[in-house]
């Protein structure tokens, strides 16, 4: 395991963390979950029936000792966790959608956090993100002054680490979302011991293509200039003027960016997809996440095509976020 995992793991053992894993029968989360409690880090909340979630333990051949596990059909907190729905969506909801509601395995994992039984979330496994995502931002909701949630991913080879976002949730981000997700991500950059200079995007550099497109980026910079002075942040760029010295003393021979940018953020979702998954394939990077960023408790989501040591992994980082 990687550097970052073990200064992750050193963070948030002894820590008495709790995370839920609502997917209880699915073979990877159970291996990781075995995994997590057998090495003493945090004490897995698996969503399930018992009989069954033992059942498939025993089939997979792993022990859920020091694992906990919750049936959304039948619990002792089911009454306080309804009334706490139906409060938390002020009037959107009765008490009858609400006990309808919480039999899905998300939303009841979900608001284990919101009402403080478990400190975060992993799903993904086998849910769409839409799955994970939704009761999220319906319960946890966003931080005060956060308009959206956005996914990043940091990017670990070897000695090197980056934080590649928006790529996972905001399909077109404006300049405002764009500005946000910059500060937030120098956040999550300094979670990872990784003293952040964000790059924001573009297909030009400081001015040499103007369109709307490249505009946008631009004001993004200054709107996150403004609300975050103290950040190290410049734009817009090209991918080599962030990224190579020598490129930089030409295209942003002024810039406070000398081409070691660390942070770098997609003008577009699509940019994003793109720029990470290319890294991951033909740049042999491991691509960590999509780690939500901006709620008020962590909710994380896994790719579907994930294996037990990316569930290990995301469930690190959602037990580092929750500290």
């Given at each position: 395991m990687s550097n970052l995992?073990?200064?992750l793991k050193a963070k948030?053992?002894?820590?008495?963390?709790?995370?839920?894993?609502p997917e209880g029968?699915?073979?990877r989360i159970l291996q990781a979950a075995s995994r997590l409690a057998s090495d003493g880090i945090l004490t897995p909340v698996i969503i399930g029936n018992a009989g069954n979630v033992e059942?498939?333990?025993?089939?997979?051949?792993?022990?859920?000792?020091?694992c906990e596990i919750l049936d959304p059909a039948d619990n002792e907190f089911m009454d306080e966790l309804v009334q706490s729905f139906v409060d938390r969506r002020k009037g959107k909801a009765t008490e009858e959608d609400a006990k309808k509601i919480l039999?899905?395995?998300?939303?009841?994992?979900?608001?284990l956090v919101y009402t403080g039984k478990a400190h975060g979330l992993v799903s993904g496994a086998a849910h769409s993100t839409a799955d994970t995502v939704r009761p999220a931002l319906q319960i946890i909701k966003t931080k005060e002054g956060i308009r959206k949630t956005s996914g990043v991913f940091i990017m670990v080879r070897e000695g090197e680490k980056y934080v590649f976002a928006d790529c996972a949730i905001n399909i077109?981000?404006?300049?405002?979302?764009l500005a946000e997700i910059a500060?937030?991500?120098a956040k999550t950059a300094e979670m990872f011991d990784i003293d952040p200079r964000v790059a924001m995007l573009s297909f030009s550099t400081k001015g040499s293509a103007k369109s709307p497109e490249t505009e946008k980026v631009?004001?993004?910079?200054?709107?996150?200039?403004?609300?975050a002075p103290e950040l190290t942040l410049d734009g817009e760029f090209q991918f080599d003027a962030a990224f190579v010295p020598s490129v930089a003393s030409k295209k942003a021979p002024d810039s406070v960016l000398k081409g070691d940018a660390n942070v770098f953020i997609f003008p577009s979702l699509e940019a994003g997809n793109i720029g990470y998954k290319i890294a991951q394939r033909l740049g042999n990077f491991e691509a960590v996440g999509p780690i939500l960023q901006g709620l008020n408790a962590p909710v994380n989501d896994l790719s579907r095509g994930c294996n037990e040591e990316d569930v290990y992994k995301l469930a690190l980082i959602t037990a580092a976020q929750a500290l």
């Open positions: 995992f073990e200064t948030v053992t002894g820590k008495d963390l709790k995370i839920v894993f029968q699915d073979e059942a498939k333990a025993q089939e997979v051949n792993v022990s859920l000792e020091g039999l899905d395995e998300n939303y009841f994992g979900t608001m077109a981000p404006d300049s405002q979302d500060i937030e991500s631009t004001e993004a910079v200054n709107i996150a200039k403004e609300k």
